[in-house]
Protein backbone atom coordinates (compact mmCIF):
# COMPACT_ATOMS: atom_id res chain seq x y z
CA UNK A 1 0.00 0.00 0.00
CA UNK A 2 1.58 3.43 -0.93
CA UNK A 3 2.46 5.41 2.18
CA UNK A 4 0.38 8.59 1.44
CA UNK A 5 -2.80 5.93 1.12
CA UNK A 6 -1.75 4.51 4.51
CA UNK A 7 -1.10 8.43 5.93
CA UNK A 8 -4.52 9.01 4.52
CA UNK A 9 -6.30 5.83 6.19
CA UNK A 10 -4.41 6.77 9.47
CA UNK A 11 -5.65 10.16 9.10
CA UNK A 12 -9.28 9.46 8.76
CA UNK A 13 -9.15 6.72 11.54
CA UNK A 14 -7.61 9.85 14.22
CA UNK A 15 -10.85 11.73 12.77
CA UNK A 16 -13.33 8.95 13.44
CA UNK A 17 -11.86 8.20 16.95
CA UNK A 18 -12.02 11.83 18.11
CA UNK A 19 -15.67 12.27 16.42
CA UNK A 20 -16.34 9.24 18.41
CA UNK A 21 -14.99 10.34 21.24
CA UNK A 22 -16.69 13.82 21.44
CA UNK A 23 -20.37 11.72 20.98
CA UNK A 24 -19.87 9.57 23.75
CA UNK A 25 -18.68 12.85 25.61
CA UNK A 26 -21.96 14.50 24.62
CA UNK A 27 -24.07 11.86 25.77
CA UNK A 28 -22.42 10.58 28.64
CA UNK A 29 -22.39 14.64 29.36
CA UNK A 30 -25.91 14.86 29.04
CA UNK A 31 -26.69 11.82 30.70
CA UNK A 32 -24.80 13.37 33.82
CA UNK A 33 -26.88 16.55 33.59
CA UNK A 34 -30.30 14.44 33.56
CA UNK A 35 -28.84 12.38 36.70
CA UNK A 36 -27.85 15.75 38.46
CA UNK A 37 -31.47 17.10 37.73
CA UNK A 38 -33.31 14.11 39.04
CA UNK A 39 -31.23 14.45 41.62
CA UNK A 40 -31.71 17.94 42.51
CA UNK A 41 -34.53 19.42 44.62
CA UNK A 42 -36.70 22.34 42.97
CA UNK A 43 -35.02 24.64 45.61
CA UNK A 44 -31.54 23.34 44.05
CA UNK A 45 -33.12 24.41 40.95
CA UNK A 46 -33.81 28.14 42.30
CA UNK A 47 -30.56 28.10 43.77
CA UNK A 48 -32.46 28.37 47.30
CA UNK A 49 -31.26 27.41 50.50
CA UNK A 50 -33.82 27.09 53.37
CA UNK A 51 -31.45 27.47 56.24
CA UNK A 52 -32.27 27.32 60.53
CA UNK A 53 -30.44 30.48 62.28
CA UNK A 54 -29.16 29.33 65.24
CA UNK A 55 -31.50 32.27 67.42
CA UNK A 56 -34.22 29.68 66.45
CA UNK A 57 -33.29 27.36 69.55
CA UNK A 58 -31.52 29.87 71.28
CA UNK A 59 -32.51 27.85 74.37
CA UNK A 60 -30.31 24.12 73.69
CA UNK A 61 -26.74 24.37 72.73
CA UNK A 62 -25.66 24.57 69.44
CA UNK A 63 -24.84 20.94 69.02
CA UNK A 64 -28.16 19.87 69.67
CA UNK A 65 -29.44 22.73 67.21
CA UNK A 66 -27.46 21.33 64.35
CA UNK A 67 -29.89 18.02 65.52
CA UNK A 68 -32.86 19.53 65.46
CA UNK A 69 -31.93 20.94 61.70
CA UNK A 70 -31.17 17.74 60.67
CA UNK A 71 -34.17 16.09 62.05
CA UNK A 72 -36.24 19.01 60.21
CA UNK A 73 -35.10 17.79 56.92
CA UNK A 74 -32.72 21.07 56.52
CA UNK A 75 -28.81 20.98 55.86
CA UNK A 76 -27.92 24.81 56.30
CA UNK A 77 -27.32 27.19 59.03
CA UNK A 78 -26.82 30.41 59.88
CA UNK A 79 -24.95 31.23 63.23
CA UNK A 80 -26.32 34.14 65.86
CA UNK A 81 -23.95 36.24 67.39
CA UNK A 82 -23.65 34.35 70.51
CA UNK A 83 -23.77 30.34 70.67
CA UNK A 84 -24.58 28.17 73.32
CA UNK A 85 -21.50 25.64 73.30
CA UNK A 86 -23.17 23.97 76.59
CA UNK A 87 -26.84 24.14 77.70
CA UNK A 88 -27.16 27.55 77.36
CA UNK A 89 -24.03 29.14 78.44
CA UNK A 90 -23.94 31.58 75.56
CA UNK A 91 -20.10 32.75 74.18
CA UNK A 92 -19.65 35.53 71.56
CA UNK A 93 -18.34 34.13 68.08
CA UNK A 94 -15.38 36.42 68.60
CA UNK A 95 -14.59 35.01 71.43
CA UNK A 96 -14.49 31.27 69.92
CA UNK A 97 -10.85 29.47 70.21
CA UNK A 98 -9.63 27.90 67.45
CA UNK A 99 -10.39 24.66 69.04
CA UNK A 100 -13.93 25.50 69.60
CA UNK A 101 -14.70 26.60 65.80
CA UNK A 102 -12.80 23.66 64.35
CA UNK A 103 -15.17 21.79 66.73
CA UNK A 104 -17.92 23.35 65.59
CA UNK A 105 -16.90 22.96 62.11
CA UNK A 106 -16.64 18.97 62.50
CA UNK A 107 -19.87 18.19 64.33
CA UNK A 108 -21.34 20.87 61.43
CA UNK A 109 -19.10 18.19 58.33
CA UNK A 110 -20.51 14.72 60.42
CA UNK A 111 -24.26 15.97 60.32
CA UNK A 112 -23.89 16.85 56.87
CA UNK A 113 -24.45 20.86 57.74
CA UNK A 114 -23.31 23.30 55.92
CA UNK A 115 -23.21 27.60 57.42
CA UNK A 116 -24.18 29.93 55.45
CA UNK A 117 -23.42 33.37 57.49
CA UNK A 118 -23.49 34.89 61.31
CA UNK A 119 -24.84 37.88 62.33
CA UNK A 120 -21.68 39.74 64.24
CA UNK A 121 -20.34 43.32 65.56
CA UNK A 122 -19.27 45.26 62.84
CA UNK A 123 -17.92 48.47 64.24
CA UNK A 124 -15.74 51.77 62.99
CA UNK A 125 -13.14 50.57 65.06
CA UNK A 126 -11.31 48.69 62.37
CA UNK A 127 -9.38 46.45 64.51
CA UNK A 128 -12.53 45.44 66.27
CA UNK A 129 -14.67 45.26 63.39
CA UNK A 130 -11.82 42.77 61.77
CA UNK A 131 -12.15 40.42 64.36
CA UNK A 132 -15.33 39.76 62.63
CA UNK A 133 -14.07 39.34 59.26
CA UNK A 134 -11.52 37.11 60.66
CA UNK A 135 -13.82 34.85 62.11
CA UNK A 136 -15.83 34.60 59.05
CA UNK A 137 -12.21 33.15 57.15
CA UNK A 138 -12.08 30.96 59.78
CA UNK A 139 -15.54 29.70 59.40
CA UNK A 140 -14.97 29.51 55.79
CA UNK A 141 -17.78 31.91 55.16
CA UNK A 142 -18.38 34.33 52.54
CA UNK A 143 -21.28 36.26 53.74
CA UNK A 144 -21.64 38.42 57.22
CA UNK A 145 -24.68 39.75 58.32
CA UNK A 146 -25.13 43.07 60.82
CA UNK A 147 -26.28 46.69 61.31
CA UNK A 148 -23.05 48.77 60.78
CA UNK A 149 -23.62 52.81 61.69
CA UNK A 150 -23.44 54.94 58.79
CA UNK A 151 -20.14 56.21 60.05
CA UNK A 152 -18.90 52.63 60.13
CA UNK A 153 -19.47 51.83 56.38
CA UNK A 154 -15.91 52.86 55.36
CA UNK A 155 -14.13 50.53 57.59
CA UNK A 156 -16.45 47.73 56.62
CA UNK A 157 -16.21 48.15 52.89
CA UNK A 158 -12.28 48.44 53.19
CA UNK A 159 -12.57 45.09 54.92
CA UNK A 160 -15.01 43.87 52.72
CA UNK A 161 -12.41 44.36 49.73
CA UNK A 162 -9.06 42.90 51.85
CA UNK A 163 -11.11 39.44 52.77
CA UNK A 164 -13.15 39.47 49.83
CA UNK A 165 -16.36 38.66 52.10
CA UNK A 166 -19.68 39.90 51.32
CA UNK A 167 -21.84 42.10 54.36
CA UNK A 168 -25.21 42.30 54.10
CA UNK A 169 -26.88 44.84 55.83
CA UNK A 170 -30.25 43.69 58.75
CA UNK A 171 -33.05 45.95 59.07
CA UNK A 172 -34.97 45.87 62.42
CA UNK A 173 -38.39 47.90 63.08
CA UNK A 174 -39.10 51.48 62.91
CA UNK A 175 -37.54 53.46 64.42
CA UNK A 176 -33.86 51.39 63.41
CA UNK A 177 -31.26 52.88 61.12
CA UNK A 178 -32.17 50.13 58.63
CA UNK A 179 -36.17 49.74 59.16
CA UNK A 180 -36.83 51.73 55.07
CA UNK A 181 -35.12 49.29 52.27
CA UNK A 182 -34.47 52.53 50.95
CA UNK A 183 -31.99 53.26 54.21
CA UNK A 184 -29.65 50.57 53.20
CA UNK A 185 -29.93 51.12 49.16
CA UNK A 186 -28.83 55.06 50.61
CA UNK A 187 -26.07 53.15 52.74
CA UNK A 188 -24.45 51.30 50.07
CA UNK A 189 -25.14 53.24 46.85
CA UNK A 190 -21.59 53.87 45.55
CA UNK A 191 -20.09 51.23 47.71
CA UNK A 192 -18.46 47.68 46.59
CA UNK A 193 -20.77 45.27 45.35
CA UNK A 194 -19.56 43.39 48.11
CA UNK A 195 -22.26 45.91 50.56
CA UNK A 196 -25.82 44.39 50.23
CA UNK A 197 -28.84 43.54 52.37
CA UNK A 198 -30.30 40.59 54.86
CA UNK A 199 -33.93 41.01 54.19
CA UNK A 200 -35.50 40.55 57.61
CA UNK A 201 -39.34 40.28 56.16
CA UNK A 202 -41.06 39.85 59.47
CA UNK A 203 -39.44 43.28 60.56
CA UNK A 204 -40.72 44.93 57.52
CA UNK A 205 -44.29 43.75 58.42
CA UNK A 206 -43.87 45.28 62.18
CA UNK A 207 -42.65 48.60 60.22
CA UNK A 208 -46.10 48.41 58.32
CA UNK A 209 -44.60 47.84 55.48
CA UNK A 210 -45.00 45.61 52.30
CA UNK A 211 -42.38 43.01 52.13
CA UNK A 212 -42.84 42.45 48.86
CA UNK A 213 -42.68 45.99 47.81
CA UNK A 214 -39.66 46.01 49.98
CA UNK A 215 -37.80 43.23 47.93
CA UNK A 216 -38.69 45.04 44.96
CA UNK A 217 -36.98 48.16 46.18
CA UNK A 218 -33.86 46.06 47.17
CA UNK A 219 -33.39 43.69 44.09
CA UNK A 220 -30.12 42.83 42.83
CA UNK A 221 -28.81 44.08 46.36
CA UNK A 222 -30.22 41.04 48.14
CA UNK A 223 -27.73 38.78 49.37
CA UNK A 224 -29.58 36.42 52.26
CA UNK A 225 -32.89 36.79 53.87
CA UNK A 226 -34.58 35.98 57.97
CA UNK A 227 -37.61 35.31 56.07
CA UNK A 228 -41.14 35.24 58.37
CA UNK A 229 -44.53 35.54 58.20
CA UNK A 230 -46.41 37.28 61.40
CA UNK A 231 -50.43 36.78 62.45
CA UNK A 232 -50.47 40.45 61.83
CA UNK A 233 -48.71 43.38 60.66
CA UNK A 234 -47.56 45.69 63.84
CA UNK A 235 -44.95 46.13 66.01
CA UNK A 236 -46.24 43.44 68.50
CA UNK A 237 -46.82 40.67 65.97
CA UNK A 238 -45.50 37.43 66.61
CA UNK A 239 -44.35 34.80 64.01
CA UNK A 240 -46.20 32.06 62.64
CA UNK A 241 -45.67 28.84 60.35
CA UNK A 242 -44.99 30.38 56.54
CA UNK A 243 -47.88 30.93 54.52
CA UNK A 244 -50.38 31.26 57.35
CA UNK A 245 -50.40 34.74 58.32
CA UNK A 246 -50.36 38.27 56.48
CA UNK A 247 -46.75 38.28 55.21
CA UNK A 248 -47.32 37.01 51.93
CA UNK A 249 -44.83 34.77 51.67
CA UNK A 250 -45.87 32.55 48.12
CA UNK A 251 -45.73 36.35 46.88
CA UNK A 252 -42.81 36.90 48.17
CA UNK A 253 -40.89 33.79 46.81
CA UNK A 254 -42.23 34.43 43.46
CA UNK A 255 -40.62 38.00 43.53
CA UNK A 256 -37.20 36.44 44.40
CA UNK A 257 -37.57 34.02 41.83
CA UNK A 258 -38.56 37.02 39.34
CA UNK A 259 -34.88 38.81 40.40
CA UNK A 260 -33.34 35.62 39.85
CA UNK A 261 -31.94 35.85 44.00
CA UNK A 262 -29.35 32.98 44.51
CA UNK A 263 -29.10 32.48 48.40
CA UNK A 264 -30.77 31.28 51.92
CA UNK A 265 -33.70 31.80 53.53
CA UNK A 266 -32.89 31.78 57.17
CA UNK A 267 -35.41 30.71 59.59
CA UNK A 268 -35.31 33.08 62.45
CA UNK A 269 -38.51 31.54 64.06
CA UNK A 270 -38.80 33.73 67.35
CA UNK A 271 -42.35 31.99 69.17
CA UNK A 272 -42.84 29.52 70.94
CA UNK A 273 -39.32 29.17 71.64
CA UNK A 274 -38.55 25.66 73.05
CA UNK A 275 -41.46 24.39 71.37
CA UNK A 276 -41.50 25.58 67.95
CA UNK A 277 -40.47 23.09 65.84
CA UNK A 278 -43.50 21.71 64.74
CA UNK A 279 -44.21 25.31 63.65
CA UNK A 280 -40.98 25.40 62.15
CA UNK A 281 -41.20 22.01 60.32
CA UNK A 282 -44.69 23.78 58.76
CA UNK A 283 -42.85 26.25 57.53
CA UNK A 284 -40.34 23.58 55.70
CA UNK A 285 -43.09 22.40 54.32
CA UNK A 286 -44.41 25.16 52.91
CA UNK A 287 -41.09 26.39 51.53
CA UNK A 288 -41.04 22.76 49.72
CA UNK A 289 -44.01 22.81 48.00
CA UNK A 290 -44.14 26.91 46.83
CA UNK A 291 -40.46 25.95 45.53
CA UNK A 292 -41.74 22.60 43.50
CA UNK A 293 -44.62 25.33 42.24
CA UNK A 294 -42.18 28.18 41.41
CA UNK A 295 -39.78 25.53 39.28
CA UNK A 296 -42.29 23.67 37.68
CA UNK A 297 -43.33 27.20 36.26
CA UNK A 298 -41.37 29.86 34.23
CA UNK A 299 -40.83 33.35 35.06
CA UNK A 300 -41.96 36.33 32.15
CA UNK A 301 -38.07 36.83 31.67
CA UNK A 302 -37.64 33.07 31.58
CA UNK A 303 -40.03 32.95 29.10
Avoid at 55 to 64: A, N, P, Q
Avoid at 158 to 168: D, G, P, Q, T, W
Avoid at 266 to 280: A, D
Wanted: with cysteine.
Amino acid sequence: MPIFEIKTNLSRRGVIDQLAALILTLVFGANAVRAAEATSTPADQLGWQMAIHARTFKDYSLFETMDKTVALGLKYMSLSAGVNLESTNSISVLKLSDAQIQSIKDHAAAKGIKFVNVYVPLPGDEKECRKSFEFARKMGLDTLVGEPEPEALDTVEKLCKEYNIRVAIHDHPKPSKYWNPQFVLDAIKGRSPLLGACADTGHWQRSGLDPVECLKTLQGHIFTLHFKDLNEKKKQAHDVPWGSGVGHCKEMMAELKRQGFKGAYCVEYEYHYGTSTPEIAECVKFFNQTCAELAATKSQHEK
